[in-house]
């Protein structure tokens, strides 16, 4: 049996040029030949974050990274989540994570901070899959017993850029295109990387600066909602995918209500004229997936455009649940939405993560793991996807490695399933 020999947790930065945590973990696992197997999990970050998420702990230290930095973190895995969880099997995921969750022993995981236990978590997760010599994805599907293995996510890119996570002048903070008409993800992935490059040369024809955002989409300066959409279209058209290609939206609605009211494309509106002004692009443009429309606490406005919309389009909740399942149910009793999104550093560790997400496909929502815009070279999350069949994923553009390796990554277990590899579009 498998046990946690050592954890050790460091400094590095994210792409944002931020502190964020780093761990590797070592088991003693004598069936290895070696004696000895390891797992390294790097921990993501938000800009845009919702205020129910577990705490991300900072070191507030303005004289360094300007106070963001994480050795605080850092120290609470070497020190005392190290020696709690020393020894300890990992052959349950649940039983490390509850361990951490009760040494922490708060509910927004303040006291150690959910940075440091989700890269225990994480790394922990890497090193059993090293030890039981297969694939992380097809570990963590057997840990949390999913069956029948083979379904690739559908990509959620974002490619225009605006909100908290560009310059642009777009009230909304991502602009999507959804790669759905086709039969395998590397297909899929070649149809959004066409589109982006037509994209590219759309905006730069224009007179746009093609400079990127957080998340690897262009920023351009656009008046609003109506232009970002046409010019996707355009795009679409060019690369040849007409119809083959449907956008979504990633509202990021709490960053732009102040005092019960929305303020969209230099517009004030009431939650009421927020879900027409959604209903209204419905029609106009392919939409398929509209994610945190309404502010983290407008229940009402959320299960409003759900119920308007009906299947026809998604409804994604983001900031509103923060992978929680107690939020979650509140949801579900409201008809809030229809879908979840899903990410790690929300909640704080593997386990609930995947509580998160079985809950949703229990109760027929659609659950779309995510990255963060402070993201690193990790691919869990993609394997994440894989493993527990989300069906969807979120990891930015067609730029930049932080987010580019999550693609190559599932192109990585696309190959590895070979013939039982499967790409369904559920739009």
Known sequence: MSTIQRLHARTILDSRGNPTVEVDC??????????????????????????HEALELRDGDKAVYGGKG???????????????????????????DDTLIDLDGTPSKSALGANALLGVSMAVCRARAAGEGVSLWRSLAKQFAVEGAGLLPVPLM????????????????????????????????????????????????KGHVTAVGDEGGFAPRVKDAAEAFDLLLEAIHAAGYDGKIKLA?????????????????GRSMTSAELTAFYIDLTKRYPIISIEDSHAEDDWDGFADLNQRTGSAVQIVGDDLYVTNVERMRTGLDRKATDAILIKLNQIGTVSETVDAIQLAQESGWRAITSHRSGETEDTFIAHLAAGLKTGQ?????????????????????????????KYIAPF
């Open 26 to 51: 070592f088991l003693d696992n004598p069936s290895s030949g070696s004696g000895q197997v390891f797992g390294r999990a790097a921990v993501p970050s938000g800009a845009s974050t919702g205020s």
């Open 70 to 96: 994480v050795t605080k973190a850092v120290a609470n895995v070497n020190g005392p989540i190290a020696k709690a969880l020393k020894g300890i099997a990992v052959s349950d995921q649940r039983i490390v």
């Open 158 to 205: 974002n490619v225009l850029n605006g909100g908290k996570h560009a310059d642009s002048g777009l009230s909304f903070q991502e602009c999507m295109i959804v790669p759905t008409g086709f039969d395998r993800f590397a297909d899929a992935l070649r149809a959004g990387t066409e589109t982006f490059h037509a994209l590219h040369a759309l905006l730069k024809k």
């Open 249 to 265: 939206i990633d509202a990021a609605a709490s960053e732009f209500c102040e005092g019960g009211r929305y303020t969209v494309d």
């Open 393 to 421: 994923i979120k990891t930015g553009s067609l730029s930049r490695t932080d987010r580019v390796c999550k693609y190559n990554e599932l192109l990585r277990i696309e190959e590895e399933l070979g013939r039982d590899a």
